[in-house]
C-alpha cells in the first residue's frame, strides 16, 4: 500500500485518570470493542490491532464497509464493536476471532461488526499524525460526511458537562466511559497523551482458589474470586492479581490453611487429572489459548472487597483489583445482587450524534 503512514501504525494511548480533565480538550465516548486501524488504498483494505496483528480476515463486511463509506485513500483509528440491540456486546465481539473461514462468514452475517471512526491520520498523499487533533477531527467530519451505517463517526463535544453527561449515561448501552484529547496535540504512536476515565465500582467476593507466580511455587500469581448466584451455586467471576513480591510471598504462606481438595470444593469441575484438566467454556477465550488454567482450590471462607470496571455478563470484564479484606462479610452473602446495574440508554442515539 502506498501511503504516507503505512502499517504497522502503533496507536496513540490513553492514561487513567480519577475525574473528567478539563482545558483545552476534546470529548468522546470511549467505546468497547477492538481497537483498530484502517487502511484503505482503493480496493486493497487492512485492519490492524492494537498489538499490530491483522484482523482483516475476521471482518469481511468493515473491509465491504470501508470501501463504501472512506475515501480512497486513508488511515483511520477508530473501534470495531458488535451492537445487539441497544448494547454494545463485548463477549459475542470476542467470537468474531475464529479461525474456520466458514464460521468467520457464517459470524459476519449473524453478528455484524460495526467501526466507530475517532481520528484520521493519512488522507490522499497528506501523513496528518504531526497536525493538531482539532484539524484532524475536522478533516475526519469532512471525509465522513456522506458515510452511512456500520461506518459512524463518534460524537465529540469540547464541553466537560456535557462529557460528565456521556459518562453517566452512556454505560446503559455498553459504553466504556470516557476519553479526553488535548485539541492542540499530535498523533503520537504507542504514547499516552489522550486520558481515559472510565467506571470504577467495589464488590465483595469469595477467594475461592489461587494461582501460583511465575517467579515460583511459592508465591501468589493471582487470586480467584467468586460471587454466590440465585440457585446458592459459587460462580467463578474473575481474578485479582497485582501485588507487590513481598506481599505475593505472605499470601501464599497466609493462605495454605485454605488449601482443599477439589472433591470439597464447590468447583468440583475442576478436578485435575495428572495435573492437567479441561477448562469451562467461561474461561476460554481467543486470549488464553493454550495457557494453563490450573489452580488450588481454597475452602471458600475469606472475603475480599475489590475494585472493579464492569461486568461482561457474568463475569469481571477486566482483572479487578484488590481493596480490602472483608473478615465482617459471610462468604455466602457475597451474592451478585450487589452489584450495580446501570441505567438502560439509547445507542442508536449515540450512533447518530455528532
Known sequence: MDLPVMPPVAPMLAKAVPSIPTGALSYEPKWD??????FRDGDEVEIGSRNGKPMTRYF???VAAVKANLPE???VDGEIVVVMGDRLEFEVLQQRIHPASSRVTLLAGETPATFIAFDLLALGDDDLTGMPFEQRRTRLEDALAAAAAPIHL??????????????????????????AKPIDGAYLQNKRTM????HTRTADCVVAGYRVHKSGPDAIGSLLLGLYDDEGSLASVGVIGSFPMAR???????????????????????KQEEGTRTPRASETSRWNAGKDLSFTPLRPERVVEVRYEHMEG????????????RPDREPRSCTYEQLEEPVSYELSEILTAR
Do not use: N, Y
Not at 33 to 38: E, Y
Not at 161 to 170: I, L, R, S, V
Not at 195 to 198: L, S
Not at 315 to 320: D, I, L, S, V, W
Open 60 to 62: 469481511p463486511e468493515v
Open 33 to 38: 470493542g477492538f481497537r483498530s486501524i484502517i
Open 248 to 270: 505475593r510471598k505472605e499470601l501464599f504462606e497466609e493462605l495454605q490453611p485454605l488449601v482443599t481438595s477439589f472433591d470439597e470444593h464447590p468447583w468440583a469441575w475442576a
Open 73 to 75: 485513500r486513508c488511515v
Open 195 to 198: 486520558f481515559k476515565i472510565k
Open 314 to 325: 457474568a463475569r469481571f470484564r477486566h482483572m479487578a483489583q484488590f481493596g480490602r479484606w
Open 154 to 179: 463518534t460524537p465529540a463535544t469540547r464541553d466537560a458537562d456535557t462529557a460528565g453527561e456521556w459518562f453517566d449515561q452512556f454505560e446503559g448501552a455498553g459504553l466504556d466511559g470516557v476519553i
